[in-house]
């Protein structure tokens, strides 16, 4: 009976301390929101994340601590960080779920590359803070243009899709033909235009960036499309691209005519081997009517009808 009630001693002596340290490892875990922060990685071939954890949830307090870890780098040495000494970030501002990060005039002489994976790193970084879906950058007050002279404008995660080895490093050069507006507005327009572009971005969206900035230097055509306008998606499924844009989209700055706005878009993706048909759609709802007469849960093809002499 004794060896009997010793063991039971012995057994409840062994549980009760089990019991506190696992009660004492609970304690252990850090609390608050882990967050990815995308540092270049030192060939600066590739962007990587780097766990970090925070108990701050104040969205403005949040931006300011995400940007500090991404001025101060990683610990691991093998990481750079994106905010560079070699420029300054003078300020922000935030309108609605829109970050807009304001630099000084030396952040445009980065390398080409470095500035594309700088630029994927902290739009990446920041847009996983609840509220915040697009920041745009501007070069003291004036937005981010490519090397083109278009404006760049609201970026969000899916502009900058993960690649393997040096692919994200990897520019190419394409002649597009996009459609644009006539003098009067009720026609389209040709033009050629060669961009440069990265690898990680999509000719469809590509194409859909080049339309919303609108005609270049020297092309003697005008805009078409809100030039606010954010594109949320782009994607294509048995040749149809899907293009969903948010409600922006819907308010008509120009003196063009619907079906020019609504074809400007549906003509120049068409020129893409890719696409045959385009559907679009307003922050994912197809059920909308643009300028009330052109609805678009219709799945367009292209018409050259429009196209003037």
Known sequence: MMLKRAG????????????????????????????????????ETAVSPYEYVTETTDREQLISE???????????????????????????????????????ENYVWQEVTTEVLARAAIVRTLTQIDGISYVSFQIK???????????????????????AGNEINTYEKVKLTLYLADESGSKLKAVSRTVVYNSNISMERLVTEQLIAGPGEGEKAFPTINPDTKIISVNVK???????????????????????????????LAELSSVNKVQISINGDTNVNYKENVSLSTVFERNLELVGE
């Open 66 to 104: 995400l940007l500090e870890q991404l001025r101060t780098g990683s610990e691991r040495l093998k990481y750079k960080a994106p905010l560079s000494d070699r420029f300054e970030l003078l300020g922000y501002t935030i309108n609605e779920d829109q970050l807009a990060l304001s630099f000084d």
């Open 238 to 268: 048995d040749r149809i691209c899907y293009v969903d844009f948010d409600s922006t989209f819907l308010t008509q700055i120009y003196n063009v005519t619907s079906d020019v706005a609504i074809y400007s878009l549906i003509n120049s």
């Open 141 to 163: 007050s004036e937005p981010l243009v490519d090397s083109y002279g278009a404006v760049i404008g609201n970026m969000n995660a899916d502009m900058f899709i993960d690649n």
């Open 8 to 43: 039971r001693i012995v057994f409840l002596v062994l549980l009760g301390a089990a019991l506190i340290c696992a009660c004492g490892g609970q304690q252990e875990k850090k609390p608050g929101k882990v967050y990815n922060i995308y540092y270049i990685n030192s060939d």
